[in-house]
């Protein structure tokens, strides 16, 4: 008599089994913090966007005193100040202070993130190309037949999701780049703004590259999310699976 689909040598051994289940059940563990973190992510880069487009607001429309005369270094200079900036980052130039510090802060939080988004987006897209060659052991197992789709789905989701991030940290050090061409010295500043719109067209852009990296983001979170019924559809199998197993093994009656 031939064996029945779906059992016998048609479902993996047990220890490739006991492999799944772990994967199913910790990899899902893992993506459920993926699937939210970088939303999280996507909303401080989009405060960091806004406090710039505030800053090149404020910056095309106000006019600087002529001179300034403060009587104290630490008063604000309410030409280069914009409220929504000190609401959102704290911004505030002072005149006779240099950079305001919340800036430099500003492009060191986004480089760092760039960098981070990056290194992280090339180990996992590394992952997924490891992931795609295992998951080919599957096609052989008829129990997983109508599975293939949903197991191959989680990788590519996954393999997508690095990409974007990594598109995101490219955008993010551009707009590191794009701000560094901004001298935020309040002389200096007020200098170029009398020359130009340079400025704060610069500030616009590095916003804009900033924001679609948010977006980004928010992309590559929605494709982890969309992993979670397709791991808990998985790991049934595999459960069901190893239980079977478990049951061949005991004597009869027992």
Not at 179 to 200: F, I, K, N, Q, T
Not at 215 to 235: C, I, K, P, Y
């Amino acid at each position: 008599m031939g064996e029945t689909p779906g059992s016998g040598s048609d479902a993996p051994p047990e220890a490739m089994l006991d492999a799944m289940a772990n994967l199913a059940r910790f990899h899902r563990e893992h993506e459920e913090f993926y699937a939210s973190a970088p939303r999280e992510q996507a909303v401080l880069l989009q405060r960091d966007a806004r406090t710039l487009l505030a800053l090149a607001d404020r910056w095309s429309t106000a006019q600087p005193p002529s001179p300034p005369t403060p009587l104290n270094p630490f008063e604000g200079a309410d030409d280069l100040t914009a409220p929504a900036g000190v609401q959102l980052r704290g911004v505030l130039f002072m005149e006779g202070e240099g950079e305001p510090v919340e800036l430099a802060h500003l492009k060191r939080d986004l480089a760092r993130t760039a960098d981070d988004l990056r290194s992280g987006a090339t180990w996992l897209a590394a992952a997924m190309q490891a992931s795609w060659e295992s998951a080919r052991a599957l096609l052989g197992f008829a129990d997983f037949a109508d599975l293939l789709g949903e197991r191959h789905r989680i990788i590519l989701n996954d393999w997508q999701a690095a990409h974007l991030a990594d598109l995101a940290g490219l955008l993010l050090h551009r707009a590191v780049d794009v701000l560094g061409r901004v001298d935020l010295d309040p002389a200096a500043l007020r200098a170029a703004l009398a020359e130009g719109p340079a400025g704060p067209q610069r500030l616009c852009s590095a916003a804009e590259l900033i924001s679609r990296a948010a977006d980004l983001l928010s992309e590559s979170a929605g494709l982890v999310h969309d992993n979670e019924r397709r791991w808990r559809t998985f790991r049934t199998r595999v459960d069901a699976l190893r239980g079977r197993c478990a049951g061949a093994e005991r004597p009869d009656g027992a």
